[in-house]
């Protein structure tokens, strides 16, 4: 799918498969991670960005923190708050990496 995509075109694509790898097909909510998938998706997937990914507690605030429609489940919307939330301070930090540099 991703012949001839640019880098950033592949970075989305990989986001969008990486939720719904995680995504149970025999779940009867659908297009959303339970719980327990997505503290799995947290150890596996984002253990160098994210601390305490191995602890359930700390997880489960997170969870708690992005289900904005409080229903135990991760949406592909609240998925995406998680990356801009990890996004956000790296891009500040290359930035300022560019300023320092260039002084």
Do not use: C
């Not at 995504?23 to 009867?28: D, F, I, Q």
């Not at 919307?77 to 990356?83: G, N, P, R, S, V």
């Amino acid at each position: 799918m991703a012949d001839g995509y640019t880098e950033l075109e592949k970075a989305v694509v990989v986001l969008v498969e990486n939720f719904y790898k995680y995504v149970s097909k025999h779940s009867l909510v659908k297009n959303k991670i339970s719980k327990g998938s997505f503290r799995k998706m947290l150890q596996k997937e984002l253990n160098h960005m994210l601390t305490d990914t191995g602890n359930r507690k700390a997880a489960d605030k997170l969870i708690q923190n992005l289900d904005a429609n409080h229903d135990g489940r991760i949406s592909f919307d609240e998925y995406w708050t998680l990356i801009g939330g990890i996004t956000s301070p790296i891009a500040n930090l290359i930035r300022q990496q560019e300023q320092q540099s260039s002084s």
